[in-house]
């Protein structure tokens, strides 16, 4: 079936780049997604990128798409204490219902 | 203030009792979502409902239930049969019928076995 693969943990100076990667397996995945946890909280979307788009950025946030080798990154840029979080990836299910396939999610950790 | 309100935050469960989780969105949102996520684990889809009075099970319905019954509202029944409810539950919603199918979530509530 459809899964998703995240690395669990990355750690970072403040002020420096980011970049958490994500693979998943379905290649008719239309949409895919990156989701921000802070503790105890809900999840927050933070952006998504269309599967025929290789590179959506907003802000601080980039995101690369690699189709061949299902391959997508989340780079921030700047990265602030405030960064500090669980970040999701996903992807819709090509199945015929609205669902949503979460990778295990990357804890970022911002150190001074 | 539009949004999703999950209550309550925090819910201890007594062995072989049946307990109730609510989520309320006023965001006019057709599909709506609960999600279980545990430690290490990303999120496990329970149940959804697409549109007032049908929904279906997700991949792990074993030991809840739920109902549709208004559109604002779909609550989450965590039974007996439930033998390891110990659980983040993160409720959602989005428009339904729509090729992005943005979900937007709730704030959860921490269930814990007593």
């Known amino acids: 079936g459809e899964d998703v693969e995240q690395s669990l943990f990355l750690s970072v100076r403040e002020g420096d780049s980011s970049v958490i990667n994500c693979t998943y397996t379905?290649?008719?995945?239309?949409?895919l997604y990156w989701y921000k946890q802070e503790p105890g909280a809900g999840l927050q979307l933070l952006t998504y990128i269309f599967s025929n788009m290789d590179m959506k950025q907003d802000q601080r946030l980039t995101v690369l798409l690699n189709k061949k080798d299902k391959h997508l990154s989340l780079r921030i840029a700047d990265t602030q204490t405030g960064d500090s979080a669980i970040y999701f990836c996903?992807?819709?299910?090509?199945?015929?219902?609205?669902?949503?396939?979460f990778g295990a999610g990357t804890r970022l950790a911002v150190h001074p | 203030d539009g949004g999703i309100t999950q209550s309550p935050k925090y819910l201890f469960r007594k062995e072989g009792q049946n307990v109730t989780l609510s989520c309320e969105q006023n965001l006019n949102h057709d599909a709506m979502y609960w999600y279980r996520q545990d430690p290490g684990q990303g999120l496990r889809l329970i149940y959804y409902?697409?549109?007032?009075?049908?929904?279906q099970k997700g991949d792990i319905a074993e030991g809840y239930s739920v109902s549709r019954e208004k559109k604002e509202s779909f609550p989450l029944t965590v039974t007996s049969a439930q033998k390891n409810p110990t659980a983040f539950y993160l409720c959602?919603?989005?428009?339904?019928?729509?090729?992005?199918?943005?979900?937007?979530f709730g704030a959860g509530t921490r269930l814990s076995v007593l």
């Open positions: 379905d290649s008719s995945s239309t949409y």
């Open positions: 409902s697409q549109i007032v009075n049908d929904f």
């Open positions: 996903a992807e819709r299910d090509s199945g015929g219902y609205n669902k949503l396939i």
């Open positions: 959602a919603s989005s428009i339904g019928e729509e090729a992005k199918n943005i979900q937007y």
